[in-house]
């Protein structure tokens, strides 16, 4: 079984800071990793996903993350916050011929001007 | 390119009755997951269609159950429903095939309120 767990249930960052969200998993087997973003009232966008080779993934809107096989980490960061950052953000985990997404508990970031 | 759509959006019960929502998925996608979200115990994945045949299924009671049709849409059904029912509903479509790291497509999802 994998499981996610994703440290911090709230972020608070300045305009123009750095965004960091933490994310561990567990999984026996090889993990695919991913990154949601959930606006309200609207359902999840990828941000991005690892499933295989380079472990430096580049997503949307500026965001990406590295997956650490050896800290079983796949945090996620973002140079610079922008105010359309704010959001809910979820790590998921899947592995093959699992077909289901494990989700953290998400991670509500919050930009001040 | 349409995205995946869900209907209704909102929908209000009450308690012992029983609801349909339904999910088209992103054109040439078959494969079809649906899960719940709700403040307390967050996004749990309550089952996965492939080809009309259920691959998957999360840790829900009997009352939850759900369909795929040959074109690939989705209904989930929930009977005798009950308050705790009430929560974001999100279906997500995929290419799907033999492995599970295609990424998942979700809707906006059903809201629904039990009363």
């Known amino acids: 079984a994998q499981s996610v767990t994703q440290l911090g249930s709230h972020v608070s960052v300045s305009e123009g800071a750095l965004v960091l969200l933490r994310c561990n998993y567990s999984?026996?087997?090889?993990?695919?990793l991913f990154w949601y973003v959930q606006y309200p009232n609207q359902g999840l966008q990828l941000l991005l996903k690892?499933?295989?080779?380079?472990?430096l993934v580049k997503g949307i809107n500026g965001f990406e993350a590295e997956f650490k096989k050896s800290e079983t980490s796949f945090h996620l960061t973002k140079p610079s916050a922008h105010m359309s950052d704010a959001a809910e953000y979820f790590c998921?985990?899947?592995?093959?011929?699992?077909?289901?997404?494990?989700f953290g508990a998400g991670t509500t970031v919050t930009v001040r001007a | 390119k349409a995205g995946v759509t869900q209907t209704p959006r909102y929908l209000i019960k009450t308690r012992g009755q029983q609801v349909t929502l339904s999910c088209s998925p992103i054109?040439?996608?078959?494969?079809v997951s649906w899960y719940q979200q709700t403040p307390g115990q967050g996004l749990q994945f309550l089952f996965e269609?492939?080809?009309?045949?259920?691959?998957n299924k999360g840790n829900f009671p009997g009352r939850f159950s759900g369909r795929q049709f040959s074109n690939s849409r989705s209904e989930m059904n929930v009977s005798t429903l009950e308050l705790g029912d009430s929560a974001l509903y999100l279906c997500?479509?995929?290419?799907?095939?033999?492995?599970?790291?295609?990424?998942?497509?979700f809707g906006d999802g059903t809201r629904l309120s039990i009363l």
């Open positions: 997500a479509s995929s290419l799907g095939g033999g492995d599970s790291n295609q990424p998942q497509h």
């Open positions: 999984s026996s087997v090889p993990p695919y």
């Open positions: 054109s040439g996608h078959r494969s």
């Open positions: 998921a985990v899947s592995s093959s011929n699992d077909y289901k997404l494990s």
């Open positions: 269609y492939f080809s009309e045949t259920q691959r």
């Open positions: 690892y499933t295989t080779g380079a472990t």
